[in-house]
């Protein structure tokens, strides 16, 4: 039962419709309310849940069975991660031993308002936190500053791979 703040003068009629409801169900599940609970719930108004059924050795009759709640294959939003690119400039947040905090920093910063994308990458005996990719210097830039307002951290610049392309010369005969 969860009662909040009761209306000003509540009248003997609303407590009478609340007793009557409270016995039908009582009734329907065929167990004993704890009713001293129940004036003490309504009395307090603390807008918390509290469990009125009479709690005895051996009272399993009427308890309703659990029932496997499905969950999506997609929760409603969560960030979603870009792809790391290597053309692409990238911040690197941190680097620290302990897979753990690495993925809840990670986490952390995937949940910034505005959001900045953020990964882990295992490396030897270490896990990196990744931000990114970016599309240019200027938000990549401006991704260490909110990490350094934001969560005090000092973020690190990563510039992007360039191919390197080679040019042959055609010989011309």
């Keep these: 039962m969860e009662v909040h703040a009761p209306p ?13 409801k409270l016995r039908n169900i009582e009734k329907e599940s065929e167990r004993t309310l704890d009713w001293s609970k129940v004036k003490k719930i309504l009395a307090e108004a603390r807008g ?14 009427g308890v309703a069975e659990t029932i496997e709640v499905k969950h999506p294959g997609e ?3 969560r960030p979603e991660i870009p792809e790391l690119k290597t053309d692409a400039w990238s911040v690197l947040a941190a680097d620290v031993r302990d897979e753990i905090d690495a993925v809840r920093l ?9 959001q900045i994308p953020a990964r882990v990458l295992s490396k030897n005996v270490s896990y ?15 991704a260490i500053k909110r990490l350094k307002i934001d969560l005090e951290i000092d973020g690190i610049l990563i510039e992007p791979v360039k191919e390197i392309v080679e040019r042959k010369e055609v010989i011309r005969r």
Excluded: M, T
């Design 8 to 20: 000003e003068d509540p009248d003997a009629v609303e407590f009478d419709k609340i007793y009557a």
């Design 48 to 61: 918390i849940p509290v469990p009125i059924f009479e709690i005895r050795q051996g009272s399993g009759k």
């Design 75 to 77: 929760l409603y939003g």
């Design 106 to 114: 990670a986490a952390i910063i995937n949940h910034q308002g505005p």
């Design 128 to 142: 990196r936190v990744i931000a990114g990719p970016f599309n240019d210097i200027r938000e990549a830039k401006d």
